[in-house]
């Protein structure tokens, strides 16, 4: 069984903090990784993918791969009360159509 | 574009009753995708479609039946609803293909009684 595993939180930081959220999957052949944000009773919206190991930047957002270690993660900068909401890491198997999420972190981010 | 679009937005149904659950993209998408939602558990995947006329099994596809009706379609099918499919159900579509970003319905929230 494949697995994503990631902190259920919350997740709690200040207006204007760097927020950090991880996640680690259990299949080494995985290539594709999503990020997701999922407002409370809404379906999810891509954030972010990445498919390569090292850093990918969009914004305030920066997703971090890092295949040997079976870890990727999420930085959000400047962190505003709108991104309080679910992160939902997602990994694409290998040669397959099959993603797998993780069970998500919510984040509240304090005025 | 209306995107993926699901119907109903909310169903109650009996122990035992069926009911099917339909999806529509207009994005001439490949790929379409079925998952619930459950609380703690993350969303997970029931059936997917890679092209029309085909569909597969994911995580969690017993008690479920899927029809891709055309390319535009995916229907999913409680045949005899149990409690345990209390859930919340979001259709997905993408272009297809390894890597391919999915966009996902407004989803469909299901109590069986």
């Known amino acids: 069984q494949k697995e994503v595993e990631q902190n259920s939180g919350p997740l709690s930081v200040p207006e204007g903090a760097i927020a950090s959220l991880n996640c680690t999957y259990s299949?080494?052949?995985?290539?594709?990784f999503f990020w997701y944000r999922q407002y409370s009773g809404k379906s999810p919206e891509l954030i972010m993918s990445?498919?390569?190991?090292g850093d990918k930047e969009d914004g305030r957002f920066t997703a971090q791969l890092n295949k040997a270690s079976q870890y990727v993660s999420l930085l959000i900068r400047d962190s505003q009360p709108s991104d309080s909401a679910t992160y939902l890491c997602?990994?694409?198997?290998?040669?397959?159509?099959?993603?797998?999420f993780g069970p998500g972190t919510r984040l509240s981010v304090l005025p | 574009n209306a995107g993926v679009t699901q119907t109903p937005k909310f169903q109650v149904l009996k122990t035992g009753q069926s009911m099917t659950l339909q999806c529509a993209q207009d994005?001439?998408?490949?790929?379409m995708y079925w998952y619930r939602q459950d609380p703690g558990m993350g969303l997970r995947l029931i059936y997917y479609?890679?092209?029309?006329?085909?569909?597969d099994k994911g995580e969690v596809p017993n008690g479920y039946n899927v029809s891709r009706l055309n390319k535009r379609e995916f229907s999913l099918r409680l045949e005899s609803a149990a409690p345990s499919q209390t859930s919340v159900y979001f259709c997905?579509?993408?272009?297809?293909?390894?890597?391919?970003?999915?966009?996902f319905g407004p989803g469909t929230r299901l109590l069986v009684l």
């Open positions: 994005m001439n998408h490949n790929s």
């Open positions: 997905a579509s993408s272009e297809g293909g390894a890597g391919e970003t999915q966009y």
């Open positions: 990445i498919y390569s190991n």
């Open positions: 299949d080494r052949g995985s290539q594709s």
């Open positions: 479609s890679a092209s029309e006329g085909t569909t």
């Open positions: 997602a990994v694409m198997e290998n040669y397959g159509q099959n993603f797998v």
